[in-house]
């Protein structure tokens, strides 16, 4: 498994590694659904795009992590997987293009876990070492 959950106080924490930074940002979508849904029906309805810029990698992957909840929590629509995905390196930082596949929440076949309040910054950092990119996440519950 390419994330685990670890022991947080009052929060929910992950750590990721994967072999590319934008199997890293998939990868840290996939744990963010995962902290927040429970054995809910996944069913493709519709896509989404979103460009991000941000100074930094963690930037990005907050800005990122944050706008899928802000997908669930405000427009109530549940995020399923990364259809595309280019992260590309500006002279002013990065870029995130991403177009990402989700449907409508629906009560009968969604069941939230657990409430994210903010994706946060305490203790990220995005590191690569020996051609593997790893972070941990906190979000605030």
Do not use: C
Request: glycine residues 4%.
């Amino acid at each position: 498994m390419p994330f685990k959950f670890i022991e947080h106080t009052a929060d929910i924490a992950v750590e990721i590694e994967e072999d590319s930074i934008e199997k890293l940002f998939i990868t840290s979508a996939n744990a963010w659904r995962t902290s927040v849904m429970e054995g809910s029906s996944i069913q493709i309805e519709s896509s989404k795009k979103f460009i991000f810029t941000s100074n930094t990698l963690e930037g990005l992957l907050i800005e990122f992590l944050s706008e899928l909840n802000f997908q669930l929590y405000t427009h109530k629509w549940v995020f399923v997987s990364v259809k595309e995905i280019k992260l590309q390196e500006l002279t002013t930082g990065f870029q995130l293009e991403v177009e990402v596949l989700g449907q409508s929440f629906n009560n009968g076949l969604h069941f939230l876990k657990a409430e994210i309040k903010a994706v946060t910054y305490h203790q990220m950092m995005i590191e690569k070492k020996e051609n593997i990119f790893s972070t941990r996440i906190v979000f605030d519950i």
